[in-house]
């Protein structure tokens, strides 16, 4: 028997305990906080609607896995914190990969980028976390 999946509001809040205290690490690092659209985010044209950017607003989309790459494996000699902290981040993708469909990254305009990574939840809700990249 297959347990019941979360409710959107019971994701969103297991996504903020997941998230809290995360700094994703660019120029300027920044915040995770969860995020749920119930209107439809399946492409990238889709995103910029939902969010009123113009239809020429530059956006990048990737995995999941290759987003949150660099602080899943940081190097061994990068100490214990950083080991606890990718833990931390592989909890979060685990959860965003066992909770939500249709994963994908968004990266939203040029140097300040805002982040959507997002599923399809049972629902039909759109939820996952966002976030900001500075990229100079």
């Known amino acids: 028997m297959q347990a019941q999946p979360a409710s959107p509001e019971e994701l969103l809040a297991s996504l903020q305990e997941a998230a809290q205290g995360l700094l994703f690490p660019s120029e300027s690092d920044h915040p995770l906080h969860p995020t749920r659209w119930d209107v439809d985010a ?8 939902a969010e009123e950017l113009a239809a020429d607003t530059a956006v ?26 990718a833990a931390r981040y592989r909890r979060l993708v685990d959860l965003l990969e066992r909770e939500l469909t249709d994963l994908r990254v ?12 997002l599923g399809r939840h049972p629902s039909g ?6 976030t900001k990249v500075v990229e100079t």
Do not use: C, N
């Open 42 to 49: 399946s492409s990238p044209a889709a995103l910029l609607a």
């Open 106 to 117: 968004y990266r939203v305009g040029r140097v300040a980028i805002d982040v959507y990574a």
């Open 125 to 130: 809700a759109w939820i996952g976390v966002k």
């Open 60 to 85: 990048e989309v990737t995995t999941v896995g290759d987003f949150f790459a660099p602080v899943l494996a940081p190097p061994e000699e990068s100490g214990e914190a950083a080991q606890t902290e």
